[in-house]
């Protein structure tokens, strides 16, 4: 039975009955579904158009997107054929003309003959009288008194530095084994520290040296035995 005559159906039979509570939840019942079906098919057409239209604006974009595109392509193109030809005309304007002038005739030369040397004059002789040399008097020489030199403290004070050097003899053998074991390695240290050394003027100066300026860079507590040799080295010129 279709919807019209259902409710033809339902019309009929309230003009001859009265409908119950039941019956009239029923019938409310089912004119919410139909409601509701209603506005389900109406936002669905609503859907179904706000697509269709969006679907157009859409492929309407697209096409004027593709043909400014395709402008845009059209005018680099001319812009890039124009500066071709600017450029193939500036090169031809300046390429120069071949040159059909004729060179000028060679002037000719006129051959120069050598001039002969004209031939040597004859020496004359001129006498010229010889004065007598008269000799200077004798000047008496004054006593040159020798500057000191001012290098003799310098030389006298390196002198006692080198000597102070010098008192410290270490072996090839114990220079290996201290630098390898007290210096890390490294040569330049171990003699800038026996330089620094050899100017002290007492063993105390050279702890406290010791202390504050070595013993803080290198550990030597590893290696004690090579410690006492080298320490006992550097005091055996204050004993």
């Known amino acids: 039975m279709s919807l019209t005559d259902s409710l033809s159906a339902l019309h009929h039979d309230l003009q001859s009955e009265t409908p119950t509570p039941a019956q009239i939840q ?15 098919s109406q936002l669905a057409e609503i859907q179904r158009q706000g697509e269709a239209e969006m679907a157009q604006k859409g492929a309407a974009a697209l096409a004027a997107l593709e043909a400014q595109q395709a402008e845009t392509l059209r005018l680099a193109r001319e812009a890039v054929a124009a500066a071709s030809q600017a450029a193939a005309n500036q090169a031809s304007l300046a390429s120069p003309a071949p040159s059909t002038a004729t060179p000028p005739p060679t002037a000719a030369v006129p051959s120069i003959s050598p001039t ?9 002789e001129v006498a010229v009288p010889t004065a007598s040399p008269v000799a200077p008097p004798a000047a008496t020489p004054e006593p040159v008194q020798a500057a000191p030199s001012p290098a003799a403290p310098a030389a006298s004070g390196a002198k006692s530095v080198n000597a102070r050097y010098a008192g410290l003899k270490v072996g090839l053998n114990d220079r290996v084994a201290f630098v390898k074991h007290l210096f890390n390695g490294e040569d330049d240290d171990f003699q800038r520290v026996v330089a620094a050394l050899a100017t002290m003027e007492s063993k105390e100066e050279c702890e406290t040296f010791l202390e504050n300026a070595v013993y803080g860079d290198y550990d030597w507590s590893q290696k004690p035995e090579i410690a006492e040799r080298f320490l006992a080295l550097v005091y055996a010129r204050f004993e």
């Open 116 to 124: 002969p040397s004209p031939e040597p004059a004859t020496p004359v």
């Open 26 to 40: 029923a019938i409310y019942q089912a004119w919410l579904a139909a409601q509701k079906q209603y506005l389900a």
